[in-house]
């Protein structure tokens, strides 16, 4: 493990790996509290798409980022799972309306 992190370390001193990574990181993260939650609980991923109403393989394709499942479909894998799934907004301000960017503000930007 200790490897590992000397290694990201080393990645991320460059600017566009930095950059991407970062843009990632929140999808990664629901994929570690996801897979975190279900193995806390003893379930596998056939027993959790049981439970769903789904395949084992579609538990495996969101597990490993393979998927860009609907709030709907994290919501029953949460639900299932006896945790919540809460998003959180990002207050976005349109800088012009020829501009093809947006700025991200918090509340206190509004």
């Known amino acids: 493990m200790e490897e590992w992190k000397e290694v990201k370390k080393e990645l991320l001193k460059n600017k566009e790996a930095y950059k991407e990574y970062k843009k990632l990181e929140p999808r990664y993260q629901l994929i570690s509290q996801l897979i975190e939650a279900r193995t806390k609980r003893g379930l596998t991923q056939a027993q959790l798409a049981k439970k769903i109403g789904t395949k084992q393989s579609a538990i495996a ?12 479909f994290l919501e029953k894998m949460t639900q299932a799972l006896g945790t919540k799934l809460i998003i959180q907004s990002l207050y976005i301000r349109y800088i012009s309306r020829a501009s093809v960017g947006c700025e991200h503000l918090g509340p206190e930007g509004r």
Do not use: Q, T
Not at 61 to 72: K, L
């Open 61 to 72: 394709r969101v597990e490993s980022g393979r998927a860009n499942p609907s709030i709907a």
